[in-house]
């Protein structure tokens, strides 16, 4: 199980951006991004894997880009074009190349109206 760390969640005006960084203790097959809204279920936003595939939830697709830097492990979530809807808890999730998921510990992105 890899551990992992996130970082740039924070408060940001309606229309603003925001980026989401997440650095695993090693090697994965795929990482991704993950939001919990108060009263909600946790939703995959973005993931991409090893050969840099990627997929996005429908709600962000054309605002959201998730990038990986292989090279430190390291996966980004450029957010763009934020909502208020988009106010969350972000986790970071990867997949390790023995197959165990890990989990970060979140980070809280606010929008404002």
């Known amino acids: 199980q890899v551990q992992l760390m996130e970082s740039g969640g924070g408060l940001v005006q309606a229309g603003g951006s925001l980026r989401l960084s997440c650095t695993a203790s090693?090697?994965?097959?795929?990482m991704g991004w993950y939001r919990q809204a108060p009263g909600k279920q946790r939703e995959l936003i973005a993931r991409?894997?090893?050969?840099?595939?990627?997929n996005y939830a429908d709600s962000v697709k054309g605002r959201f880009t998730i990038s990986r830097d292989g090279a430190v492990n390291t996966i980004y979530l450029q957010m763009n074009s934020l909502k208020p809807e988009d106010t969350a808890v972000y986790y970071c999730?990867?997949?390790?190349?023995?197959?165990?998921?890990?989990w970060g510990k979140g980070t809280l992105v606010t929008v404002s109206f």
């Open positions: 991409i894997n090893r050969a840099g595939s990627t």
């Open positions: 090693g090697s994965t097959s795929a």
């Open positions: 999730n990867a997949l390790a190349l023995n197959g165990m998921d890990s």
